[in-house]
T-cell receptor, first 118, second 114 residues
């Protein structure tokens, strides 16, 4: 296993279309995260899963966004009715559960999916 | 809630010169601190981290960072930079309990001048 993979790497779509991105985490990592990075900004947290449960969602995740991790392995992020403001790099990261009593766990990032909405 | 400030969006440095990339954070709870690096056309990679203990932490490629609790800072330094250090550097924090997400700064683009 060489790391977190994301598909596609690039996506160009027209405003109003739906898009779906996939993230495959490192094998046996039970935690999976989605971040969004716009030009000139650092990554911003969107949501995270522990196994198949979605445990936290950012207010950035509007009703048009939905993320799933149905079997606790890969995850999908869907954006409905895309808007030009959705243009960004979408990053996925995974980690294993930290030691008892500590929340630290190294998050390993994938290469990202760059979305351009025309 | 946490926030991270990286005041320098771009830092040009001559090759073999020293560099310091500044990072300040704000948090109502104790945090872990990280520096991530993003090389051109690559994903984010963890460069170094502070969890506890010694306030000075080092990476394998010569970078170091020092946690200063009173200044709420975690500045990144390298005594002599190389062309291969050209990248974007992100400072990040994570709450130590019950807060999984990383909060990133806006990044500093380090450009090495030959």
């Amino acid at each position: 296993d060489t790391g977190v993979s994301q598909d596609p790497r690039h996506k160009i779509t027209k405003r109003g279309q739906n898009v779906t991105f996939r993230c495959d985490p490192i094998s046996e990592h039970n935690r999976l995260y989605w971040y969004r990075q716009t030009l000139g900004q650092g990554p911003e947290f969107l949501t995270y899963f522990q196994n198949e449960a979605q445990l936290e969602k950012s207010r950035l995740l509007s009703d048009r966004f939905s993320a799933e991790r149905p079997k606790g392995s890969f995850s999908t992020l869907e954006i409905q009715r895309t808007e030009q403001g959705d243009s960004a790099m979408y990053l996925c990261a995974s980690s294993s559960k930290g030691a008892a009593g500590r929340s630290y766990n190294e998050q390993f990032f994938g290469p990202g999916t760059r979305l351009t909405v025309l | 809630a946490q926030s991270v400030t990286q005041l320098d969006s771009q830092v040009p440095v001559f090759e073999e010169a020293p560099v310091e990339l500044r990072c300040n954070y704000s948090s109502s709870v104790s945090v872990y601190l990280f520096w991530y690096v993003q090389y051109p056309n690559q994903g984010l990679q963890l460069l170094l981290k502070y969890l506890s203990g010694s306030t000075l932490v080092e990476s394998i490629n010569g970078f170091e960072a020092e946690f200063n609790k009173s200044q709420t800072s975690f500045h990144l330094r390298k005594p002599s930079v190389h062309i291969s250090d050209t990248a974007e550097y992100f400072c990040a924090v994570q709450g130590t309990f019950g807060n999984e997400k990383l909060t990133f700064g806006t990044g500093t683009r380090l450009t090495i001048i030959p």
